[in-house]
């Protein structure tokens, strides 16, 4: 791929690998948005041709106004219901993510979270720690293997998550907005449906307006008080306050959470408890992943700039 560095304009507008912004220092006439002053921005904002964001990025169509020769949005994250795709569309402006390559981290940690739930992992570790164990062992916990998992959401993380599922000789079924495909689980077209019958439930539905606040005080209700919910998805994807009261009411036995609804803030409500393992947002955090991720999000911006097509694109030129 070769293209004119002078003319390969980016804007950088979110934390990106140190990695992945010295390829495109090197390669492309680069700024910083959050280095610049409100002139300096004016400037960069006018010339810009592609702005490079990640998953957890807020580009709203007010954003991308400020943006005149704007024609790639390439997105660090397989997560893009931040961008404001439609308006991005509407200007023709390309949008591309980092599908695939995080899939298996993913899934990895949401089985990960699902064992530290079920098995009370880390509240097991506070255990050993504070000296309890001298005075008696450990209460019992709840099993995996051959349990009843459901999964909402059957794309390429919900079925790797199955895949997984099977290893530990599950009963897996799942909700979708219609039946997958090939898919050999059995499908529940209903989420509130899905939960009553199965001891885990695990999101891994997109986030954005049509899945906010889609585990609600009736799904809570209906997972019941043997069951654990883990989200791996987004954390609008839960109303947290409605969480907050099931685990207050011993509505559901406990919560693997990776995803918050305001982060980085996590409410302190989930904190402290033994049946609710939280962790910051990371299920894709692997040093190999993450390489893979920066490298897909240079290999679109370099397939742009020499008038290739693009490598994963969310919507086409």
Not at 33 to 41: I, P
Not at 78 to 98: E, K, P, Q, S
Not at 104 to 119: C, E, F, K, N, Y
Not at 206 to 211: L, R
Request: charged letters at 20%; proline letters at 4%.
């Amino acid at each position: 791929m070769t293209f004119d560095k002078t003319k390969a304009t980016v804007v950088k507008a979110a934390f990106l690998p140190p990695a992945l912004v010295k390829r495109l220092d090197e390669t492309c006439s680069m700024v910083d948005w959050d280095t610049l002053s409100e002139a300096e921005r004016a400037a960069a904002a006018a010339n810009a041709r592609v702005l490079a964001v990640n998953g957890e990025s807020v580009v709203t169509a007010e954003f991308i106004a400020r943006f005149p020769k704007l024609e790639l949005i390439a997105d660090f994250g397989v997560g893009y219901d931040g961008i404001d795709v439609a308006a991005a569309n509407a200007r023709g402006i390309a949008v591309t993510n980092t599908p695939g390559v995080l899939t298996d981290d993913v899934a990895d940690l949401a089985m990960g979270l699902l064992l530290a739930t079920s098995r009370r992992i880390v509240e097991a570790q506070r255990f050993v720690e504070r000296g309890d164990w001298a005075n008696g062992g450990f209460t019992w916990t709840k099993k995996v293997s051959g349990g009843r998992i459901g999964i909402a959401g059957m794309g390429r993380i919900g079925q790797a998550i199955a895949r997984r599922a099977a290893g530990f000789d599950m009963a897996i079924s799942y909700t979708d907005r219609q039946p997958v495909a090939g898919c050999p689980h059995a499908f529940v077209a209903d989420l509130a449906a899905l939960a009553a019958g199965v001891d885990f439930l695990v999101m891994c539905v997109n986030g954005g307006d049509k899945t906010r606040g889609l585990v609600n005080a009736e799904v809570l209700k209906a997972l019941g008080p043997e069951s654990i919910l883990i989200n791996i998805a987004r954390g609008t994807v839960v109303d947290e306050a409605a969480l907050i009261a099931a685990l207050d009411a011993g509505t559901i036995a406990g919560a693997g959470l990776d995803v918050f609804e305001h982060e980085p803030v996590v409410p302190a409500a989930l904190h402290g408890r033994p049946n609710v393992v939280v962790t910051p947002h990371m299920a894709s955090a692997t040093h190999a992943t993450r390489k893979a991720m920066g490298d897909l999000v240079f290999d679109n911006v370099a397939a742009h700039f020499s008038g290739e097509p693009l490598k994963t694109p969310v919507l086409p030129y």
